[in-house]
């Protein structure tokens, strides 16, 4: 048995060297013959000794079992988004904002090469790849760490033996674009919808509810940060070196500079060179390279004041008008998109752009088989900037003309006055509008429903659901008749459908997809409305004394109400036992003595184990209080979870602004 135990030891450990030298390095040492001989032999010792198997083994990458859905995972420091610079200008004020800062000290600026993939968050325990989560919400993110598993380039234990024993690593999942090309081409030749870009690819294929389908497509990952561990370097580039070390991918396009004009002789260099490079890019970052500085620099709400990202001009290339699609959206709206003879650009093949609207194809004067400019919007959404007049000829086609009808129904478009758009008026019998209505009322932040637009139109296209309301009359025996929909995944979906009728008023109100009422002006309503009979009783003229309630959104509610079928289908959600309206507890804060957040702004930080950041916010809004992103002076507490920010901490110290823990919160407001 020991030298079983032995054999698998050097197998897996040639394996992960070979893995290494071929998806880090790029510089393969075996012939895949040969590797494929070591993974199989593995493979049979292993299935000999299932009690030997480990979860780093290489063989454990792919598994061979559906998941049902992803768990949530908060995020231990806040995955943040960064400020975007445009210019050199800017890049300028950035620097010396910096050097100010530290007081004309000397500091380095660590430069590397922005990825356009899908931000991770690999966790380590003990060396071994523990999870990978999602960006997110930045708080919290979706736990894919059987998908990242099936990542060649992203090792299931780390490499040595220095590192720390529980580590967080975060980085970029990308689709390359030789496979993102290949991926394209085989959905094409089987009938199904192309991915836009390879940054759209690499998100959908992350959130498969089989790693064995991720497998295949062959994703990249680079890593490019390590938040906390003050065990380690002080040096941001050292760090990276480090995790170079543990073999984590770790991009060769990385500088430091020790000057402004080293920072642009690196921005030159790479918005050439980057155009070579097998993967997607859309700019460079700019971080300090202290971490102690960094923390000394801080945070904003929204990013951190110690980095920065600069975007390259996008990318224009000349192509011709082949056609024009009109697609119809959930509230109706006809949006125009062009048909290209496929064109390079940024790397992928473009072969659709976006037109706007009708007054855009008139001030353009498109004709069909013209030669226009196509460049990408944040090198992401190709979109038309101009037509090549003096390519046109006489035997260039007619113009371009928008549609008096309906693509999808046939009805008679209206354009309200004052607006671009164009709206097809049939929301009921209209199906893109129908199963667009019932995606955004499924969404995270309405009825919260646990389903996708695929299972959607599955169930649209089987007359299952014709609407939201018949959501609410499916069963799991029903569901598992259809194809692709397994016992469990049906019973999943029942439960979430059961749970969402137990949603906040202000989410189901917002999930309706009145015009112009987002998640904000929801809140408002059910502040001054206690339930929804009431709020659709209420008048114009009531309606426009509401503060942040103006004569737009006010005529779009009574729009909304006044429509027969908008209100009957208000009476089948109410009827289904859905909350619209708020709790008496809730309504009963009108009261000035229930009031005790009266008055009071209040910042909140960190994670809690009681109840979500969403929560806390509603339940601060609910009792008077004011929410803020950012201390001040004119804070009057903070709401401190676990891992609260250590510049809010900081912040919050040097303006003597009171901290207060979940359990201090929930005593004054009487909750725990």
């Known amino acids: 048995m020991e030298r079983i135990e032995e054999r698998i030891r050097e197998l897996r450990n040639e394996i992960d060297a070979h893995n290494y030298n071929y998806y880090v390095l790029s510089q393969p040492t075996i012939e895949d013959r040969d590797f494929d001989f070591l ?3 593995l493979q049979q010792l292993e299935a000999a000794h299932p009690e030997l198997i480990t979860p780093d083994s290489p063989t454990q990458r792919v598994g061979s079992d559906k998941t049902e859905g992803f768990s949530q995972i908060a995020h231990r420091y806040p995955m943040l988004s ?20 530290l007081s004309g000290r000397n500091f380095d600026i660590i430069a590397e090469l922005k990825f356009d993939g899908l931000s991770i968050s690999l966790i380590y325990k003990h060396g071994i790849l523990s999870h990978a989560v999602t960006r997110g919400d930045g708080q919290y993110g979706d736990d894919v760490t059987a998908n990242v598993r099936t990542i060649r380039s992203i090792p299931l234990k780390l490499r040595g033996h220095d590192y720390p024993d529980d580590i967080e690593i975060r980085g970029e999942i990308l689709l390359p674009f030789a496979r993102f090309n290949a991926l394209n081409k085989e959905r094409e030749q089987n009938g199904e919808p192309l991915f836009a870009n390879p940054r759209n690819a690499a998100s959908g294929t992350l959130k498969q509810l089989d790693p064995s389908v991720v497998a295949k497509r062959q994703m990249d990952a680079y890593f490019y940060y390590v938040p906390g561990q003050p065990t380690l370097p ?20 990385i500088a430091r500079c020790h000057s402004l004009q080293e920072v642009y002789a690196f921005l030159d260099y790479w918005d050439v060179a980057r155009k070579n490079l097998p993967v997607a890019t859309d700019g460079v970052v700019l971080k300090v390279d202290s971490i102690k500085e960094q923390e000394q620099l801080g945070y904003t709400a929204k990013s951190p004041r110690w980095a920065i990202a600069y975007k390259y001009q996008a990318e224009q290339a000349r192509t011709k008008l082949v056609s024009v699609d009109y697609q119809v959206g959930r509230t109706g709206a006809i949006t125009p998109v062009a048909n290209l003879e496929p064109v390079l650009l940024s790397g992928t093949v473009v072969k659709r752009a976006s037109l706007h609207n009708a007054d855009f194809i008139r001030d353009k004067d498109l004709h069909i088989g013209d030669y226009v400019l196509v460049e990408k919007g944040g090198e992401i959404i190709p979109k038309i900037v101009g ?36 709206y097809c008026p049939d929301s009921v019998s209209c199906a893109p509008q129908q199963k667009g209505r019932i995606e955004h009322f499924c969404s995270r932040k309405a009825a919260d429903i646990n389903i996708g637009p695929e299972t959607i139109d599955l169930l649209y296209k089987h007359h299952f659901v014709n609407n939201v309301s018949d959501l609410y009359d499916l069963t799991a025996p029903q569901l598992i008749t259809l194809p ?7 019973s999943k979906l029942v439960a979430s459908i059961e749970k969402s009728k137990d949603r906040p008023f202000h989410a189901l109100l917002y999930g309706l997809g009145i015009r112009y009422v987002g998640e904000t002006v929801a809140k408002t309503l059910t502040k001054a409305y206690s339930d929804i009979d009431s709020l659709r009783a209420a008048t114009f003229e009531e309606l426009i004394t509401i503060p942040e309630i103006g004569p737009k959104i006010a005529e779009s509610i009574r729009i909304y109400f006044d429509n027969y079928d908008n209100n009957h289908l208000v009476d089948q959600l109410l009827f289904k036992g859905l909350n619209f309206s708020r709790p008496v507890q809730e309504a009963s804060t009108s009261n000035a003595d229930t009031q005790v957040l009266a008055g009071k702004t209040v910042v909140i930080s960190g994670v809690f184990r009681h109840h979500s950041r969403d ?58």
């Open 39 to 41: 993974m199989k032999e």
């Open 82 to 101: 960064l400020s975007n610079t445009y210019n050199y200008d800017e890049v300028a004020d950035f620097y010396h904002r910096v050097e100010r800062e």
């Open 234 to 253: 002080d040096s941001h580039y050292e760090r990276l070196m480090d995790c170079k070390h543990w073999g984590l991918k770790i991009s060769d396009a």
């Open 387 to 422: 037509t090549d007049l003096t390519a046109r000829t006489e035997s260039t086609g007619e113009a371009v003309t928008f549609p008096t009808i309906c693509p999808a129904c046939g009805t008679p478009l209206v354009r309200q006055h004052g607006e671009a758009a164009y």
């Open 484 to 490: 692709g929909i397994q016992k469990k995944g049906a």
């Open 615 to 672: 929560e806390y916010k509603e339940l601060v809004e609910s009792l008077g209080g004011k929410m803020s992103s950012s201390i001040s002076p004119k804070t009057d507490f903070i709401l401190a979870g676990e891992n609260m920010g250590p510049s809010k901490l900081e912040k919050a110290k040097q303006l003597g602004v009171e901290i207060k823990s979940e359990d201090d919160f929930r005593a004054l407001i009487g909750e725990a």
